[in-house]
Every structure is written in structure tokens, then in C-alpha cells.
């Protein structure tokens, strides 16, 4: 089974600042992947940032950045610079290696940015 | 531009009128998925497709039905619904290999 773990309910940042938000999983396939995930208040879920158990290189995307440390079973979201806009629940996510390419999704921590 | 498009984006109906929540997505993506999400119980799958006719249950399939006749579409047919299926629900679509899952806007149900 796949478990994601984001031990963080709630964040505070201020604006233009950087936040690294956590997430932890537990898998025994060899193949998967990580996905973070931005859901506003209106409800939609945005895709972020991907990145592949196999990639050597941590995903980047614009002020988005995932920490990955395979041997620590971590994926952490990094944002640099937050904006108001950036203040939304985030979710961790993962892909396993099996047929069903379920995402099984952590908790989520509410990000809330300052001015 | 890539969409995965749900509608409507919110009903409220009454129990055991039938319904159905359309999904449509125009990257030519193999697979499709269902989840709703609910206050403390997270995200969790419905059904998913890993191909035209070809569908299989997640993990919270009773009371749902899918159909998926052509690639871009898969829609979520809820028979008799209930007042326990009042949730969020997305759909979701990606490519076999590396590409991310894109998700809908989402559909708010409320069966009073």
C-alpha cells in the first residue's frame, strides 16, 4: 500500500519570502511518481510540479521546486518569492507502479501568505 | 490549450434522480479517473479507464457508473443518487508513462 504523509496542517509565510512545504511516502514499488497539487478556495486542483522516481534531476517548475530525497522517502514542495496568490491547500500526491494509476494524495497543508 | 473539462460545475438534485457528470479532455490521453473529495476523508477514486472500453473500480465505486465509448470522454452516471454522494468530484486525466494526472475544475453535487 502507498501512503503520503504532509505533516504540516498550516503554514504562514510572508510575501516574497520562501516556504518549503513537506511530504513524506511510503511505497515498495520501484517505479513511481510525485505530484503536488494547488487547490484554491474556488475549489479547482492545479497541477504544479512532477517527478519521477527515476529522475536524477529535482523537478522545477517557474518559482516551484520539489526536493526529492529518494533515500528519505521525502518529495518537499518548495515556492520561492511567495504572492498572495500562492495562498491556497496544497496537496502531495502520488503515482504508483501498478495498473490502476491511482494518485493516492496526502492531507494537504493550508498555505496562507502574508502581506 | 490542454483542458480537462467537467460539467456542470455544480447541482443540487434531489434523491434518486438520475444524473450524469460529463468529462471531456482534449490531449488524446489513454487514461481517465474519477475521484471525489470529501471534508476528512481526502481524495478518493471512483473509476478509472485505462482505455476506450475499458473501465475498472477504484476504491469507492458503489452507487457510480462510467461508460467510456471514445477516447476523450468518460462520464460519471449516478443511478439512484443519495444524500451520502453529495461531495466534490473530479476528473482526471494522464498519459501511461511520465505525464501528470491534469485534473478538472471539479463538480460540486449536493443530493438533498
Known amino acids: 500500500a502507498q501512503k503520503i504523509t504532509q505533516t504540516q496542517p498550516g503554514m504562514f509565510v510572508q510575501e516574497k519570502e520562501a516556504v518549503t512545504l513537506d511530504c513524506t511516502y511510503d511505497t515498495s514499488d520501484q517505479s513511481y511518481g510525485l505530484f503536488w497539487y494547488k487547490q484554491p478556495s474556488s475549489g479547482e486542483m492545479i497541477f504544479l510540479i512532477y517527478q519521477g522516481s527515476y529522475d536524477e534531476q529535482n523537478a522545477t517548475e517557474g518559482r516551484y521546486s520539489l526536493n526529492f530525497q529518494k533515500a528519505r522517502k521525502s518529495a518537499n514542495l518548495v515556492i520561492s518569492a511567495s504572492q498572495l496568490g500562492d495562498s491556497a491547500m496544497y496537496f502531495c500526491a502520488m503515482r504508483g507502479g501498478g495498473s490502476n494509476y491511482k494518485l493516492t494524495f496526502g492531507k494537504g497543508t493550508l498555505l496562507t501568505v502574508n502581506p | 490549450e490542454a483542458q480537462v473539462t467537467q460539467n456542470p460545475r455544480y447541482l443540487i438534485t434531489v434523491t434518486g434522480k438520475k444524473l450524469t457528470v460529463t468529462c471531456s479532455q482534449n490531449?488524446?490521453?489513454?487514461?481517465m479517473s474519477w475521484y471525489r473529495q470529501d471534508p476528512g476523508l481526502g481524495l478518493r477514486q471512483i473509476y478509472y479507464?485505462?482505455?476506450?472500453?475499458?473501465?475498472d473500480k477504484g476504491d469507492v465505486p458503489e452507487g457510480y457508473k462510467v461508460s467510456r465509448k471514445e477516447k476523450r470522454n468518460f462520464p460519471l452516471i449516478l443511478e439512484s443518487p443519495s444524500p451520502n454522494q453529495t461531495s466534490l468530484y473530479f476528473c482526471a486525466s494522464g498519459d501511461r508513462n511520465r505525464q501528470p494526472q491534469h485534473f478538472g475544475d471539479g463538480t460540486r453535487l449536493s443530493i438533498l
Open positions: 479507464s485505462m482505455n476506450v472500453e475499458v473501465t
Open positions: 490531449m488524446n490521453h489513454e487514461y
